[in-house]
């Protein structure tokens, strides 16, 4: 139990931030410098894929990982399945400030049990994802999206920050 409970929390953490370069990591480093934290500053970085940061925070060895993707994550609901878990909300007031930076990133809940024993809705910020067809694939009025293209067309990308917690917790 790191008793993570607010982004303010990480100070003095291990915290996976993605791989480097990864769009996760971009999207960490602005978000937090935004709310004051710092790589190396505040908080020691790991850089780490979503499975080998999924794999560090079962075994210990990090605090909390940052990760931007799709609902549900499949590396944390495999986590979910083991460990428990916390998602931490941004405060109405960190989402204002990551907006006002950062335009593109949109205010959103991720709904109660997306994850087991995570009943709450968390607030966190996304970004949403364009795919661009040519030729055959693109969508027309007559050519309605098929059951397997809408999943990626309708997707929000999701970041947010979780972590194991006590029984206590």
């Known amino acids: 139990n790191a ?3 607010t ?21 960490t480093r602005a978000m937090l410098s935004v709310l004051g934290l710092e790589y190396n500053r505040d ?3 790991e850089f780490l894929s979503f499975a080998e940061g999924s794999d560090a925070l079962q075994d210990k060895t990090v605090d909390a990982f940052f990760l931007s993707v ?8 495999s986590l979910a399945l083991t460990n428990p878990i916390r998602l931490i909300s941004l405060s109405d007031v960190e989402v204002d400030k990551i907006q ?6 949109t205010r959103t809940t991720i709904p109660g049990k997306t994850y087991k024993g995570v009943d709450t809705d968390c607030q966190t910020v996304s970004v949403q994802s364009l795919i661009k067809a040519q030729g055959a694939a693109r969508w027309t009025a007559d050519r309605p999206l098929t059951n397997a293209s809408k999943p990626f067309l309708s997707t929000r990308w999701i970041g947010s920050a979780f972590w194991p917690r006590s029984a206590t917790s």
């Open 7 to 27: 982004m303010a929390d990480l100070k003095g953490k291990r915290v996976v931030v993605g791989s480097p370069g990864s769009g996760t990591e971009v999207k």
């Open 43 to 45: 908080f020691k970085p």
């Open 100 to 105: 006002k930076a950062y335009p593109f990133l």
């Open 70 to 77: 799709a609902l549900p994550a499949p590396a944390l609901v």
């Open 3 to 5: 008793n993570i409970k």
